[in-house]
T-cell receptor, first 114, second 114 residues
Framework: ETGVTQTPRHLVMGMTNKKSLKCEQH?????MYWYKQSAKKPLELMFV???????ENNSVPSRFSPECPNSSHLFLHLHTLQPEDSALYLC?????????????FGPGTRLTVT | AQSVTQPDIHITVSEGASLELRCNYS??????LFWYVQSPGQGLQLLLK??????LVQGIKGFEAEFKRSQSSFNLRKPSVHWSDAAEYFC????????????FGGGTRLMVKP
């Protein structure tokens, strides 16, 4: 595998389910990101993890919970989601968080909440 | 409020015609500026970026962008569009010294007529 991979590519879940999205980067980067892309709003940063710090968008509801066990893997744990959470969730990575390094994006997970 | 604006939601051009996609930002200082492209079912790919120096920036796939400080703009251009350029294009910024957090415009969907 090369670049940034995301699994699953598609996910349908009920509002009472618990599921997790997985992201893996094979680029040796030190920062990873979760973005949300919905039909009605611009791409929105949700969370950032780097060796030095974690940053989160304060508008993200607590039903989204990130986990970054190491610099290559990033998870987004989902529980009791709402239909408006249906979106494309994109993972990205970059060499550093401080600075404006290019971010490399995965193909995304298309999430549908029923 | 700080923002990135892409005034054109949809643009249709004929193959071989020239293209200009508009992007304006509103920040107190000049941010780092990016253009990304997203093909259907794909993640985002960086076309080009501007940090400082020459205000005309060359990117991949024959694209270029010009930074105009007086207009707070960073418009993307291509002299001759190919059918494979049909995609969604996103302008984005990173605020200097604020960490590598992209703020995106709403995107412009480009359609190419044969």
């Amino acid at each position: 595998e090369t670049g940034v991979t995301q699994t699953p590519r598609h996910l349908v879940m009920g509002m009472t389910n618990k599921k997790s999205l997985k992201c893996e980067q094979h680029l040796g980067h030190n920062a990873m990101y979760w973005y949300k892309q919905s039909a009605k709003k611009p791409l929105e940063l949700m969370f950032v993890y780097s060796l030095e710090e974690r940053v989160e968008n304060n508008s993200v509801p607590s039903r989204f919970s990130p986990e970054c066990p190491n610099s290559s893997h990033l998870f987004l744990h989902l529980h009791t989601l709402q239909p408006e959470d249906s979106a494309l969730y994109l993972c990205a990575s970059s060499q550093r968080f401080r600075g404006a390094d290019e971010q490399y994006f995965g193909p995304g997970t298309r999430l549908t909440v029923t | 409020a700080q923002s990135v604006t892409q005034p054109d939601i949809h643009i249709t051009v004929s193959e071989g015609a020239s293209l200009e996609l508009r992007c304006n930002y509103s920040y107190g200082a000049t941010p780092y500026l990016f253009w990304y492209v997203q093909s259907p079912g794909q993640g985002l790919q960086l076309l080009l970026k501007y940090f400082s120096g020459d205000t005309l920036v060359q990117g991949i796939k024959g694209f270029e962008a010009e930074f105009k400080r007086s207009q707070s703009s960073f418009n993307l251009r291509k002299p001759s569009v190919h059918w494979s350029d049909a995609a969604e294009y996103f302008c984005a910024v990173v605020i200097n010294n604020a960490g590598n957090m992209l703020t995106f415009g709403g995107g412009t969907r480009l359609m190419v007529k044969p």
